[in-house]
């Protein structure tokens, strides 16, 4: 049996491997910012129109060198995009198999393009895409949804962070909080506590899997008095500890 200490050792790698290795850490010109991502897929998760502007004033931190040929490297990353968008619609309550579908249809039209793509009609496709996308996560947002119930949504989502409590949700929408509760339960199916404990493991989740934040600064962001609390209410959520999503 092949002896798992080759992958944490790079001088036991393979020289293909080796090459591989040193050729991506030489080339690698990316400019990712995580703080930048995650700040456009809550504007996105929230069908907003600012994470289109968001996405196009900092193009630089959202497109990484996946390839040699500038051809193939626009499409890759398009991919990617499409890739991310789909799971962030999902995540948004879009419908999945639609979701998967558009996706599915939007890479298959990509690869079936016969000229190549110059940088002009690259971004008019990003934008193109991320129009779609915003559209259906939208219209979810709006069917079966009043006003008032996409004011409590909105409100959350904007202040995941913080402590929010019933009283600051009834004066932001200017109604009684025995009227938000009954309202929102009765058009979700959820009361907004549930809603915002789900809202918050939500974030935790891509916090765990997309940066190496310590749990106890997670647990912060998302809104936990204390990373204990945090602990337990992920792992009474997910099936699992925080530390052992991460693990996964």
Known sequence: MKN???IS???RLTPEINDLQHEYLVSDNTHYCFETEAEFLRLF???DMRSLELFKNDRENFVQTLATSKNRNLRNNLIVLVSNLTRAAIEAGCNPKEMVLLMANTVKNLENRLTPIDQEAFLELETKVLLIFIRKIKQSR??????????????????LSENITLDDLALHCGRHPNYLSALFKRETNKNIQS???EERIKKAKHLITHSD???????HLCGFDSQSYFTVQFKKVV????KGFRNM
């Open 4 to 6: 798992t200490s080759d």
């Open 142 to 159: 709006v069917e079966g949804l009043s006003k008032t119930s996409w004011m409590i949504v909105n409100y959350v989502q904007e202040h």
């Open 45 to 47: 998760r929230n069908g």
């Open 9 to 11: 050792n790079p001088k």
């Open 195 to 197: 809603y915002i404990l």
């Open 213 to 219: 934040y310590l749990f106890i600064d997670i647990a």
């Open 239 to 242: 099936g699992c500890t925080p």
